[in-house]
């Protein structure tokens, strides 16, 4: 069958709610791990899974953070209405958001719109600084749709006699103090003070996603110096997770989901590792895996056309099944490299719509470790390409193994 004509429907399973991890394990490595080599399941302790990879081999980590993502302000009516923070606008670019000051614009999704028809929405927060308590006015003014989300103008400034004193903080700064963490909503609870922690993996950097990267949430720095010792060598790349990972497949056929674009930035260092172990690498979660994939794709834009900005090397949906080029990934990436050279540039930026599914030919991801996804989720379809069909006997024995499954659920280590 054509991938775009995939039945969503054939891709459920009966996930009851008590299976669903509302919370994860007081210690994140001694979670369940399910072990899937070449037809055979078996299981063992998160803890292990060095032990289960090949020495020398390429491990790809997405290393991007969690943002405070979910703002509130309530209207002089005493309206509650919630800011979702989805992409930079103005500026577009995460690094410069995060540090620019006084002002910035967001594409949003907004809670309670009905009752935000005009008019700027005001909080005032307290935010310390150099051992002293600022008072900021943070406002919001709605300027327009933009697709299903909104563009949303924020400025915010001290209040007081401190107003001519001091700096004024940047928007990171701002979040961090009035933001919320926006745990999954399939958890069915308000986000807690510990979710601070344990929904971040314990290697996040880069600031910029509103979901984390679940499969790295296992890691520990101890699993990671084993992972030394055993002699894997660890890269790291960033895809920042949009809202979008939880938007569901609500078509029959998987050609009328319109994947959500996701932003990524790789270092020339780790397609330099790629060349270096023959451009095979073992995938920590679906988004290294979905960046990875990418990657081939953008260098073979590279090849064909040198002279490409940044942002044209974006790989849309469909594209892998439409490409009928057969290029080795060793020279798609190198082509990226050369590319990275003539513009003189040490890290790729760009974007992704790729979706992976049944059909698709994986040209560098080797081994992947995940979480166990949601029935009728393109996650799962990313995983039963992966697997080349043989996803149900890997969830049925999950099923009835007493796995955890979802975010904070257990993991597994798929090895085709």
């Not at 953070?65 to 509130?72: F, K, T, Y």
């Not at 609500?250 to 009328?256: A, L, R, T």
């Not at 003189?344 to 040209?363: C, F, M, R, W």
Request: aromatic share 10%.
């Amino acid at each position: 069958m054509e991938t775009k004509h995939i039945r969503i429907s054939d891709y459920s399973y009966v996930l009851p709610d008590e299976r669903i991890a509302k919370f994860p394990l007081e210690q994140r490595d001694h979670s369940k791990l399910l072990i899937y080599r070449k037809g055979e399941v078996s299981e063992d302790l998160f803890y292990r899974l060095p032990e289960y990879l090949p020495q020398g081999a390429l491990m790809v980590f997405n290393n991007t953070r969690v943002i405070q993502a979910r703002m509130h302000f309530r209207k002089e009516t005493g309206a509650l209405i919630e800011v979702f923070l989805l992409e930079p606008a103005e500026p577009a670019d995460y690094e410069q958001m995060f540090q620019t000051t006084g002002r910035c614009s967001w594409l949003c999704l907004v809670g309670n719109l009905k009752k935000w028809k005009e008019g700027v929405l005001r909080r005032t927060i307290s935010l310390e600084r150099a051992g002293s308590q600022l008072t900021v006015e943070v406002s919001a003014t709605r300027r327009g749709e933009h697709g299903t989300s909104h563009w949303i103008d924020f400025e915010w400034s001290i209040a007081g006699a401190a107003a001519d004193d001091v700096s004024s903080p940047s928007f990171a700064e701002i979040i961090d103090v009035m933001g919320e963490l926006p745990i999954p909503p399939y958890l069915n609870r308000e986000t807690q003070e510990s979710d601070k922690t344990t929904y971040q993996t314990v290697y996040s950097k880069i600031k910029g996603s509103v979901a984390a990267p679940t499969a790295g949430l296992h890691f520990t720095p101890e699993v990671l110096a084993q992972l030394d010792a055993h002699g894997i060598d660890r890269e790291e790349l960033t895809l920042h997770v949009g809202a979008g990972t939880f938007k569901p497949v609500k078509s029959e056929e998987i050609e009328g989901h319109e994947m959500h674009t996701e932003y990524i930035s790789v270092r020339r260092q780790t397609l330099e590792k790629l060349l270096q172990h023959d451009c095979r690498a073992i995938a920590v979660g679906t988004t290294s895996v979905r960046t990875l994939e990418s990657l081939y794709y953008m260098g073979l834009k590279a090849m064909r056309n040198p002279a490409l900005h940044e942002e044209q090397l974006h790989v849309s949906q469909w594209e892998p099944y439409e490409e009928k080029a057969q290029v080795p990934p060793m020279m798609a990436i190198q082509a990226l490299l050369e590319w990275l050279d003539r513009n003189e540039l040490n890290v790729l930026h760009s974007s992704t719509q790729i979706i992976i599914a049944p059909g698709y030919d994986y040209k560098i991801v080797r081994m992947l470790v995940t979480n166990f996804h949601q029935p009728q989720s393109t996650l799962l379809l990313l995983v039963s390409a992966f697997v080349h069909g043989d996803w149900r006997r890997i969830y049925d024995y999950a099923l009835s193994h007493d796995f955890r499954f979802l975010s904070y659920g257990d993991s597994s280590l798929l090895i085709p």
